[in-house]
Nanobody
Framework: VQLVESGGGLVQPGGSLRLSCAASGRSFSSADMGWYRQAPGKQRDMVATITSFGRTNYADSVQARFTISRDNAKNTVYLQMNSLKPEDTAVYYC??????????????WGQGTQVTVSS
């Protein structure tokens, strides 16, 4: 299983970026997918998640600015980030969780992509 992120970079405050995470190695149509971020010296926090049924959840700090979506045919999850702020600067990680029988789960993480919001 491999998760490959792309789309990070440097953007000015108020700008937009779109992150992509392409999964390979198996079908992820029944998996929950999401984006997390980690700023220097801080813990990794949830940004947005989307279930296999399309139900979404967002951190309060990104609500109404970020949109998560997925394309099951392409095994890809996206994060559209608008109205970016300097505090959005972090390494963004793609996450996939597959539910197994008896309550077990398999977790997969991408390598991370840097997002820097600065003028």
């Amino acid at each position: 299983v491999q998760l490959v992120e792309s789309g990070g970079g440097l953007v000015q405050p108020g700008g937009s970026l779109r992150l992509s995470c392409a999964a390979s190695g198996r079908s992820f149509s029944s998996a929950d997918m999401g984006w997390y971020r980690q700023a220097p010296g801080k813990q990794r926090d949830m940004v947005a998640t989307i279930t296999s049924f399309g139900r979404t959840n967002y951190a309060d700090s990104v609500q109404a600015r970020f949109t998560i979506s997925r394309d099951n045919a392409k095994n890809t999850v996206y994060l559209q980030m608008n109205s970016l702020k300097p505090e959005d600067t972090a390494v963004y990680y793609c996450h996939v969780q597959i539910r197994l029988p008896f309550g077990y789960v398999d977790d997969y993480w991408g390598q991370g992509t840097q997002v820097t919001v600065s003028s």
